[in-house]
C-alpha cells in the first residue's frame, strides 16, 4: 500500500495516510480522523461531565457511557469538520495549511461532503436517543453552535471563544446522562427542599466545569491560530491570535488560570473527595508551566506540539475528578 502525504497539521506518521484504503483518504481526511485531537479534545469534556457527576454520586464513571460520548464525539466531530469545509472551503483555498483539505482541493465535491454530513448526523442520533430524555433537548441545542461556528471567523476577533461553547457543550450532556436529575429533584423534596433549590445546587458545579472548558479551549485555539497568523491576515480571517498579537502568550496564561480555577470550584460545588486535588494540581502546571510560559507567536511547529499536548491536559483533568469519588 503506497503512502500519500499527509495534510500540514496532521502527523506525519497518521495512519490514515499509512495504512487506510487509497479511496477512503479524502473521507478520512475530510472527518479529520488523520489528526484525533480534536476527537479527544471534544469527547473529553463529556467524560468530565460523567466523572463529575459520578464523583459527586460517590462513584466511578460507567464505562457504557464513557464509551458511548466516544463514539458520538468521533462522529459529531467529524461531521463538524465537514460542515466547517464545505462553508470555509474558498477561505481554506487561500491558506497553505488548509488549501490540500479534500473540499477545498476539489478531491469530495460540496455535495457528496454534505452526504458525509447527514450520515454522521444520522448515526449520532441513534447514540443520542440511547441516553437519557434531557440530553436530547441538549443535544439538539447543541447544533446552533455549530451551524453558527464556521462564522464567527467573519465576524469576530473571538472565534476560538465560540468554539470552547461549542466544544464543551459535551460537559452539560455528559452530566446530565449521568446524573439522574429527576430522582435528584425527588430526594430533595423527601428532604424538604425545594426542586429550585435543589436543581441550582445540583447544576452549578457542571456549570462550573463547562465554563472552565470554554476558557481552556480560547487558551489551546489561541495557540492552535498562531500557526495561520500570516495566512489569515491575507485572507481577512479574524482570530483570537490575530487580534491578541504579541500579548497571545500572556493572554493564554490568563485564560488558562481561569480554566484551572474554574474545576476547583467546581469540585468544591459538588463537594468531591481529596482524590481531586493531586489530579487538579497537575492539570495546572500543564497549562501554565508546561503550555503558557512557552507559548511564542514565531514559533508555530511549537504551536502545534503545545495544542496537541491538550489531550494530556484534558486526561488528567478527566481523572482528577472521576478521582473525587473518594
Not at 429550585?196 to 491560530?225: E, R
Not at 480554566?259 to 489530579?279: I, Q, Y
Request: with cysteine.
Amino acid at each position: 500500500m503506497t503512502r500519500s502525504a499527509p495534510l500540514p497539521d496532521a502527523a506525519p506518521t497518521n495512519w490514515v495516510d499509512a495504512y487506510a484504503p487509497v479511496g477512503l483518504r479524502p473521507w478520512l481526511k475530510l472527518g479529520r480522523f488523520d489528526r484525533p485531537a480534536g476527537i479527544w479534545l471534544l469527547m473529553l469534556p463529556g467524560w468530565q461531565g460523567i466523572g463529575l457527576a459520578a464523583a459527586m454520586q460517590g462513584r466511578l464513571p460507567d464505562p457504557v457511557l464513557l464509551g458511548l460520548f466516544f463514539l458520538g464525539a468521533a462522529l459529531m466531530r467529524a461531521a463538524g469538520c465537514a460542515y466547517n469545509d464545505i462553508v470555509d472551503r474558498d477561505i481554506d483555498a487561500k491558506v497553505a495549511r488548509t488549501a490540500m483539505r479534500p473540499v477545498a482541493s476539489g478531491q469530495i465535491s460540496v455535495k457528496k461532503a454534505w452526504a458525509f454530513v447527514l450520515g454522521c448526523c444520522l448515526a449520532s442520533l441513534v447514540i443520542l436517543l440511547a441516553l437519557p430524555p434531557l440530553c436530547w433537548a441538549l443535544g439538539v441545542a447543541s447544533l446552533g453552535l455549530v451551524a453558527a461556528y464556521p462564522f464567527m471567523k467573519r465576524i469576530t476577533w473571538w472565534p476560538q471563544a465560540w468554539l470552547g461553547l461549542t466544544f464543551n457543550w459535551g460537559a452539560l450532556m455528559g452530566f446530565a446522562a449521568a446524573a439522574h436529575i429527576p430522582e435528584m429533584l425527588m430526594a430533595g423534596r423527601l428532604y424538604g427542599v425545594s426542586p429550585a433549590v435543589t436543581l441550582t445546587t445540583a447544576l452549578l458545579p457542571p456549570l462550573l466545569l463547562y465554563l472552565g472548558g470554554v476558557a481552556w479551549t480560547l487558551g489551546y485555539d489561541t495557540i492552535y491560530a498562531i500557526q495561520d497568523l500570516e495566512d489569515d491576515a491575507l485572507a481577512g480571517v479574524k482570530s483570537s491570535a490575530r487580534r491578541l498579537g504579541d500579548a497571545a502568550p500572556r493572554a493564554v496564561l490568563a485564560f488558562y488560570a481561569i480554566a484551572a480555577a474554574l474545576p476547583a470550584g467546581a469540585a468544591v460545588a459538588g463537594r468531591l473527595g481529596p482524590g481531586f486535588h493531586a489530579g487538579l494540581a497537575l492539570y495546572a502546571a500543564h497549562l501554565l508551566v508546561w503550555q503558557a510560559t512557552r507559548v511564542r507567536t514565531d514559533d508555530p511547529a511549537l504551536a502545534l506540539k503545545l495544542f496537541r499536548s491538550n489531550t494530556w491536559a484534558g486526561v488528567i483533568l478527566f481523572v482528577a475528578i472521576a478521582a473525587g469519588a473518594f
